[in-house]
């Protein structure tokens, strides 16, 4: 069995979804009340980490866990619809050139994983749109049918991602050597060396220069 596991942000998708989740809640003409609170809350770990007083890693995790208080008590039906909405807002922004690769992966008989941070529920809508055999994600938690944003959400980066992914395939025969990996970010490192055939998207300066370093395959 082979793999092709694909980023989403700034890989398959060109942006990165964060923004894109603030900008739909404050025009929402439902829940746009909640994004001031939402806002101010952010400011603090956001700027903390401007001035490098803050990792990254936590930054983004308090973000994510901020955006979930934002939606809190939400049935899971108005969860979907409220990301089926972002969805619609990242037409014409993925990047045809990873699309087209996916798409190849997927006719080869490749089995297909999208391994993000972005919540599950927008993951699922792109495992629709794609020949995708796997999402992995944030998970959002339930509770009597509605989101309960006290309980701490997994956000899953960097090693997080190849747990995960093992824990997937754990009773599957991988031929990594010949399998692909696709990521924007240093942080994507640890799933990029699982495979014999990792693929730098449009990449952060660090892993351009590590992809270099390493021979591995870049599309700017």
Known sequence: MRVAIFDFDGTLYKKETFPLFMEVLKNHPTY??????????????YFSYKLKLYPERKMKYDLMQRYVRALDGLTKDEINTFFQQIAEQME????????????????????????????TPLLHIMAKKFPVDQTIGTKLHYDA?????SRHIDHVQEERKV??????????EVDWENSFAYGDSFADVPVLNLVGNPVAVA???????????HEWNLIE
Request: cysteine-free; hydrophobic content about 40%.
């Open 32 to 45: 746009g009340v909640r994004y001031k609170r939402f806002f101010r809350s952010i400011l603090l770990p």
């Open 92 to 119: 014409g922004d993925f990047n045809e050139t990873v699309v087209a690769a996916l798409n190849e992966h997927a006719k080869d008989g490749l089995y297909v994983m999208i391994v993000s941070g972005a919540f």
């Open 145 to 149: 049918g509605r989101l309960n944003s």
């Open 163 to 172: 747990e995960l992914i093992n824990e997937v395939l754990q009773r599957e």
């Open 203 to 213: 990449p952060d300066e660090q892993l351009k220069h590590h992809a270099l370093k």
